[in-house]
């Protein structure tokens, strides 16, 4: 750069006032939140600075960058009037051509006074149209989403009340056909019992009055009268043979479906499994002892898998294990409370999940050991797209709308009953009541890739 560069200041013109004045009428005077912040800086525009020689040009009181009296350079004696964006001070033109600024980035003062005076305005100008963003946001969104959620909300409990209010009626409704009907069946009951109790008090006394009959004429008949009165005691021996033997009958009994509604049972899974106290099983494993040779299980105990022929080993005898059908069996058995399992049961077109009593037979390929075949297991089937429940050999067919990922069972130990599920969907697949008479063991079988028990 040479000794003769030109020398560019900053200067800020308006044709009606003085900038300065302007500047301070900005300052004490209110501001148009509507008007630019740059138009009531600059009286109405952006001005383009003109270069000045004049040394009153570089006073800027405003821009905070230099004072109002023109500074010396300290080893040139010279106006500080060029900025180094090097070192981010003010130089003055020897220090930028021979000095120690010398091919450093240097700008005229009066030019960088006047990019940062843009930057400030520009910077407000952006602070302004966020805070109008703002106060427009307050006024119109923030009102609008409040009335909205007041609706809202409304309509929710409108729609809470509503479907509380058609369960509890349903409810209601459900509770007094129930309670008719287990009132019925117990007066059924009663008048059977009271009509057997008449009958066979009946009978009692025929039969203790034939007897007594019987007695005396053994003891008080003369030899030759007992002789001849054969037929005399072959009819009262008769009469005493029909009365026949007393048995006990189903129709003695409570019948346990007059209690039984689907509409009950199901509320009553609903809120078991998703109510605030839904009950989980504790940690549940298979039991490497019961695992088939037909099956794999994983390192973590959780996964069968269904084995190719080839690949088959033969495992150590143990009495425990199922040596035929592809059975395994939990690690936990159940005997009282309330619990749930959970099985992902994956893409497997083969699988049985159910339970079983501890006691069920583990070897030989009868249906002894064949899950759902015997007294001894409850299990729900899918086989080649049909799902079935199966207990001692009867099946039940299952109306499944989609075909599920993972099934979840629970049972409630207290009231006997067992209920198949879909998690996903909480929708009933299965349930029934049975009463156990020992624990209860996690059965599972598959034939067809794998099986996971979840937690």
């Given at each position: 750069?040479?000794?003769?560069?030109?020398?560019?200041?900053?200067?800020?013109?308006?044709?009606?006032a003085?900038?300065?004045?302007?500047?301070?009428?900005?300052?004490?005077?209110?501001?148009?939140?509507?008007?630019?912040?740059?138009?009531a800086?600059?009286?109405?525009?952006?001005?383009?600075?003109?270069?000045?020689?004049?040394?009153a040009?570089?006073?800027?009181?405003?821009?905070?960058?230099?004072s109002?009296e023109c500074e010396?350079?300290?080893?040139?004696?010279?106006?500080?009037?060029?900025?180094?964006?090097?070192?981010?001070?003010?130089?003055c033109?020897?220090?930028?051509?021979?000095g120690?600024c010398?091919?450093?980035?240097v700008?005229?003062?009066?030019?960088?006074?006047?990019?940062?005076r843009?930057?400030?305005?520009?910077?407000?100008?952006?602070?302004?149209?966020?805070?109008?963003?703002?106060e427009?946001?307050?006024?119109?969104?923030?009102t609008?989403?409040?009335?909205?959620l007041?609706?809202?909300?409304?309509?929710?409990?409108?729609?809470?009340?509503?479907?509380?209010?058609?369960?509890?009626?349903?409810?209601e409704?459900?509770?007094?056909?129930?309670?008719e009907?287990v009132?019925r069946?117990?007066?059924?009951?009663?008048?059977?019992?009271?009509?057997?109790?008449?009958?066979?008090?009946q009978?009692?006394?025929?039969?203790?009055?034939?007897r007594?009959?019987?007695?005396?004429?053994?003891?008080?008949?003369?030899?030759t009268q007992?002789?001849?009165?054969?037929?005399?005691?072959a009819e009262?021996?008769?009469?005493a043979?029909?009365?026949?033997?007393?048995?006990?009958?189903?129709?003695?009994?409570l019948n346990?479906?007059?209690s039984?509604?689907?509409?009950?049972?199901?509320?009553?899974?609903?809120?078991?499994?998703?109510?605030p106290?839904?009950?989980?099983s504790?940690?549940?494993?298979?039991?490497?002892?019961?695992?088939?040779?037909?099956?794999s299980?994983?390192?973590?105990?959780?996964?069968?898998?269904?084995v190719?022929?080839?690949?088959?080993?033969?495992?150590?005898y143990d009495?425990?294990?199922?040596?035929?059908?592809?059975?395994?069996?939990?690690s936990v058995?159940?005997?009282?409370?309330t619990?749930?399992?959970m099985?992902?049961?994956?893409?497997?077109?083969a699988?049985?999940?159910?339970?079983?009593?501890?006691?069920?037979?583990?070897?030989?390929?009868?249906n002894?050991?064949?899950?759902?075949?015997?007294?001894?297991?409850?299990?729900?089937?899918?086989?080649?797209?049909?799902?079935?429940?199966?207990?001692?050999?009867?099946?039940?067919?299952?109306?499944?709308?989609?075909?599920?990922?993972?099934?979840?069972?629970l049972?409630?130990?207290?009231?006997?009953?067992?209920?198949?599920?879909?998690?996903?969907?909480?929708?009933?697949?299965?349930?029934?009541?049975?009463p156990?008479?020992?624990?209860?063991?996690l059965?599972?079988?598959?034939?067809?890739?794998?099986?996971?028990?979840?937690?």
């Amino acid at each position: 750069m040479s000794e003769d560069f030109i020398t560019c200041e900053l200067t800020c013109s308006s044709p009606s006032a003085d900038p300065e004045d302007a500047l301070n009428a900005v300052e004490t005077g209110p501001m148009d939140c509507e008007q630019p912040i740059f138009t009531a800086l600059s009286g109405g525009g952006k001005q383009q600075q003109q270069p000045s020689t004049s040394p009153a040009a570089t006073t800027d009181t405003e821009s905070g960058i230099f004072s109002g009296e023109c500074e010396l350079c300290v080893e040139h004696e010279s106006k500080l009037d060029w900025f180094c964006g090097t070192e981010q001070k003010l130089i003055c033109s020897h220090c930028a051509t021979v000095g120690p600024c010398h091919g450093h980035t240097v700008t005229p003062l009066a030019t960088r006074v006047t990019a940062v005076r843009n930057q400030l305005v520009d910077v407000c100008e952006k602070i302004q149209l966020q805070a109008l963003r703002i106060e427009r946001f307050i006024d119109q969104t923030l009102t609008a989403k409040e009335h909205k959620l007041q609706t809202a909300a409304s309509r929710a409990r409108e729609q809470v009340l509503a479907q509380v209010s058609a369960v509890r009626e349903a409810l209601e409704e459900e509770e007094q056909r129930l309670l008719e009907g287990v009132q019925r069946e117990e007066e059924r009951v009663e008048q059977c019992l009271l009509t057997q109790r008449a009958h066979w008090s009946q009978a009692l006394a025929s039969l203790s009055q034939t007897r007594s009959g019987l007695v005396h004429t053994l003891t008080h008949t003369p030899d030759t009268q007992l002789a001849t009165s054969v037929q005399e005691i072959a009819e009262r021996i008769e009469e005493a043979e029909g009365v026949g033997e007393p048995c006990d009958t189903d129709q003695l009994n409570l019948n346990p479906g007059c209690s039984d509604s689907k509409l009950l049972r199901g509320l009553w899974a609903t809120a078991v499994l998703l109510g605030p106290n839904a009950h989980r099983s504790s940690y549940l494993k298979f039991d490497e002892r019961t695992v088939s040779p037909l099956l794999s299980l994983s390192d973590d105990f959780c996964t069968l898998t269904f084995v190719n022929k080839k690949a088959r080993q033969s495992p150590r005898y143990d009495p425990a294990r199922f040596d035929c059908w592809p059975n395994a069996l939990g690690s936990v058995s159940v005997s009282s409370g309330t619990h749930s399992w959970m099985v992902d049961v994956g893409q497997s077109a083969a699988f049985k999940v159910g339970v079983c009593y501890t006691s069920l037979e583990r070897k030989g390929s009868g249906n002894e050991a064949r899950l759902g075949y015997n007294s001894q297991s409850w299990v729900l089937s899918h086989y080649d797209g049909d799902y079935s429940f199966f207990h001692a050999g009867k099946k039940v067919p299952l109306q499944v709308v989609r075909r599920p990922q993972r099934i979840g069972l629970l049972l409630d130990w207290p009231t006997q009953t067992l209920l198949f599920y879909e998690p996903d969907s909480s929708a009933l697949l299965y349930s029934f009541t049975h009463p156990f008479s020992v624990p209860l063991l996690l059965a599972c079988a598959v034939t067809d890739r794998s099986i996971t028990i979840l937690h």
